[in-house]
């Protein structure tokens, strides 16, 4: 079966803001990658991640996608 969590997940957020917001994305199990993904989640740039966390600024009125990877041992 290849479905299932260590294949990642997938984040979209949606800043409704008027001013740009701080997101971080935390787990139990430390994130392995963090990678932004296009609306269509075909990714775009891999992101650094921070003591295993996504930090990420959302901009002002916008969509994000962001694709997690858990590191499962």
């Known amino acids: 079966h ?3 969590i260590e294949h990642g ?12 917001s ?3 994305f935390t787990s139990a199990t430390p994130w392995q990658t963090a990678q932004r993904l296009t ?5 775009i740039e891999p992101l650094p991640l921070k003591d295993g966390a996504l930090e990420a600024t ?3 009125q916008r969509i994000e996608t962001f ?4 590191a499962i041992p």
Do not use: F, M, Y
């Open 2 to 4: 290849d479905d299932g």
């Open 9 to 20: 997940l997938v984040a979209r957020v949606w800043n409704q803001a008027r001013t740009p």
């Open 22 to 24: 701080a997101a971080r």
């Open 39 to 43: 609306h269509i989640e075909t990714p």
């Open 58 to 60: 959302i901009g002002a």
């Open 67 to 70: 694709g997690l990877k858990p």
